[in-house]
């Protein structure tokens, strides 16, 4: 089941201090910066995906390769400031990253095929309880970067599952 519409659509009340869709988009900014001329990320991914002819079949093949081979870890994107988000070559190089690092390189290996991701921020009790009666009140409760691929009337969440997860669940299906 994909994560609750609210996430995404504008058309669900916000209720905050602050803009939220412009908090949104100040990270997507500072992420797709560090997605952008890595040319390390585009040739794996070129290289990886070879052959390959499907979306969803390039999609599962970068998703995999970013799971089985850089490790993540446990730090929140609004625990550090923006500037150390590190660039996607740097992540592929050091294998690990935090989340928004990991999301980074998928992000730039998935554009370097021109698979068009983008990227969705949303809150992991929300996303996994599915509920759309609460309105986001802050920046504290957007906690979670997805980085989602449309394949027509298919939507794959490519990170925050592992290589064995369907491409349509997130991390908050597990």
Do not use: C
């Not at 599962?60 to 590190?86: Q, T």
């Not at 992540?91 to 989340?99: I, M, N, Q, S, V």
């Not at 298919?154 to 597990?174: F, I, K, M």
């Amino acid at each position: 089941m994909p994560p609750a519409r609210y996430l995404f659509d504008k058309k669900y009340s916000v209720e905050a201090e602050f803009d939220v869709w412009e908090y949104g988009r100040i990270i997507e900014t500072n992420m797709i910066i560090k997605a952008v001329n890595q040319p390390d990320a585009v040739g794996l991914s070129e290289k990886i995906t070879a052959g390959l002819e499907t979306k969803k079949e390039k999609v599962k093949a970068i998703r995999d390769y970013v799971a089985k081979n850089v490790r993540g870890i446990g730090v929140s994107f609004y625990d550090f400031p923006l500037d150390s988000i590190s660039p996607a070559d740097t992540t592929l190089g050091a294998e690990y990253g935090h989340g928004v690092d990991l999301a980074v390189l998928t992000y730039a290996m998935l554009d370097g095929v021109g698979l068009e991701p983008r990227i969705v921020l949303g809150d992991s009790v929300r996303l996994a309880s599915d509920t759309e009666d609460s309105a986001v009140t802050s920046h504290d409760f957007i906690d979670t970067v997805l980085v989602v691929v449309d394949d027509g009337d298919e939507t794959y969440y490519v990170n925050g599952g592992s290589q064995y997860s369907d491409l349509q669940t997130t991390g908050a299906d597990r």
